[in-house]
């Protein structure tokens, strides 16, 4: 079983950034990809990126793409997500998530980290 924390996340004015971080512990040898997620109030969750451990490949959602980055480290199972030029839309709970190679998509979670973006 893997478990996820995130951390980094907290209050900003529009147009700011935050830097979050998802470190991974646990059975490990079988994780293949990490992912950022994010659900709004009132909204479904919805992906925002990922990180293939392997390649260091990334995949951003259309819209964060040119205001954050997503970025890892495979030898220490780290995940990061720097946000930049935030929105009053990207307040959300940012959820990291990873998937491992039996299938079954996303299949381990953390708890969330609150990001909250003010006018």
């Known amino acids: 079983q893997v478990q996820l924390a995130e951390s980094g996340g907290g209050s900003v004015q529009a147009g700011g950034s935050l830097r979050l971080s998802c470190a991974a512990s646990?059975?490990?040898?079988?994780?293949?990809?990490m992912g950022w997620f994010r659900q709004a109030p009132g909204k479904e969750r919805e992906f925002v990126g990922r990180?293939?451990?392997?390649?260091?490949?990334?995949d951003l959602a259309d819209s964060v793409k040119g205001r954050f980055t997503i970025s890892g480290d495979n030898a220490k199972r780290r995940m990061f997500l720097q946000m930049n030029s935030l929105k009053l839309e990207d307040t959300a709970v940012y959820y990291c998530a990873s998937a491992s190679m039996d299938g079954g998509g996303w299949s381990s979670w953390g708890q969330g980290t609150q990001v909250t973006v003010s006018p």
């Open positions: 990180f293939t451990l392997s390649s260091g490949d990334t």
């Open positions: 646990g059975r490990l040898f079988n994780m293949y990809a």
